[in-house]
């Protein structure tokens, strides 16, 4: 069964701190492509914040280019999130995703990120 496990980086953080967001996905016989981060505030829509391709492309929602930024391992079929200068409109709910081609995508547990100002 595939299964996205978001491991831990989510927390409390004053603001202009940083975290890191780490996710990592089960191995299975579909190649697992994108990679991505999207977060969820109370009341908003689930928006993208960043996603990676397994050569390393990489896309970035415009509220965190220059902040944030994503990378992966693909030996380890894990995510990074690393995310510098955090405001109090990052706080929200991030969530994890995998997407394994003809194999699904996938999601994570969630973690919650608390910025405060």
């Known amino acids: 069964q595939v299964q996205l496990v978001e491991e831990s980086g989510g927390g409390l953080v004053q603001a202009g701190g940083s975290l890191r967001l780490s996710c990592t996905a089960s191995?299975?016989?579909?190649?697992?492509?994108?990679m991505g981060w999207y977060r969820q505030a109370p009341g908003n829509q689930r928006e993208l914040v960043a996603a990676i391709t397994r050569v390393g492309s990489t896309n970035y929602a415009d509220s965190v280019k220059g902040r944030f930024t994503i990378s992966r391992d693909n030996a380890k079929n894990t995510v990074y999130l690393q995310m510098n200068s955090l405001k109090p409109e990052d706080t929200a709910v991030y969530y994890c995703n995998g997407d394994y081609g003809a194999g699904g995508s996938y999601w994570g547990q969630g973690t919650q990120v608390t910025v405060s100002s």
């Open positions: 191995a299975t016989r579909f190649r697992l492509n994108v």
